[in-house]
Antibody, heavy 121, light 110 residues
Framework: EVQLVESGGGLVKPGGSLRLSCAAS????????MNWVRQAPGKGLEWVSSISSSSSYIYYADSVKGRFTISRDNAKNSLYLQMNSLRAEDTAVYYCARVGTAMVWSGNDYWGQGTLVTVSS | QSALTQPASVSGSPGQSITISCTGTSSDVGGYNYVSWYQQHPGKAPKLMIY???NRPSGVSNRFSGSKSGNTASLTISGLQAEDEADYYC??????????FGGGTKLTVL
């Protein structure tokens, strides 16, 4: 059974940092591109970042470029999101999601349960 | 990059068919076949319903179908059921900023 479990969320002050993790199991993690997608309270979905299976290709939304860093450790079946210079508008539930096909822009077929990040003083 | 345009809400009675539209531009929906649709129930993670415009993941009911015409993609749900009541989001690859989502559509089953 495919499982994605996020962790690392919490309350952080503006300007602070946080590192999110996503533990993957039930599939060959090293074969799939992965995404981070976030959802502010009561709002819609927003794509944050994508990473290819071997980390050769990395992409960011303009809203987080230069502040967030996506990475993965295929040996540990884990995906990460290092978030620096956090702002109030980064407050959201952060989901990790698996890309279901070989094309990194295809749909996300499995999602974690999400981890809440709250940026507030 | 502006979000793709979806109706804020749609509704239908059990057994009926409804269609949710997702309008973009030639730089996203119209230019690429990377349109996906997600269903999200309150407090839950999104679920993939359609990928690459019209492909249905295994396990998703064949009552759900996707299509595209020009810059507008559509999700059609036939034989509407009470459990279909949820928020629906479209997304697309975009040449300007990689991935864009629609604002979401709340489906109400009357």
């Amino acid at each position: 059974e495919v499982q994605l479990v996020e962790s690392g969320g919490g309350l952080v002050k503006p300007g602070g940092s946080l590192r999110l993790s996503c533990a993957a199991s039930g599939f060959t993690f090293s074969s799939y591109s992965m995404n981070w997608v976030r959802q502010a309270p009561g709002k819609g979905l927003e794509w944050v970042s994508s990473i290819s299976s071997s980390s050769s290709y990395i992409y960011y939304a303009d809203s987080v470029k230069g502040r967030f860093t996506i990475s993965r450790d295929n040996a540990k079946n884990s995906l990460y999101l290092q978030m620096n210079s956090l702002r109030a508008e980064d407050t959201a539930v952060y989901y990790c999601a698996r890309v279901g096909t070989a094309m990194v822009w295809s749909g996300n077929d499995y999602w974690g349960q999400g981890t809440l990040v709250t940026v507030s003083s | 990059q502006s979000a793709l345009t979806q109706p804020a809400s749609v509704s239908g009675s059990p057994g009926q068919s409804i269609t949710i539209s997702c309008t973009g531009t030639s730089s996203d929906v119209g230019g690429y076949n990377y349109v996906s649709w997600y269903q999200q129930h309150p407090g839950k993670a999104p679920k993939l319903m359609i990928y690459d415009v019209s492909n249905r993941p295994s396990g998703v009911s064949n009552r759900f179908s996707g299509s595209k015409s020009g810059n507008t993609a559509s999700l059609t749900i036939s034989g509407l059921q009470a459990e279909d009541e949820a928020d629906y989001y479209c997304s697309s690859y975009t040449s300007s900023s990689y991935v864009v989502f629609g604002g979401g559509t709340k489906l109400t089953v009357l």
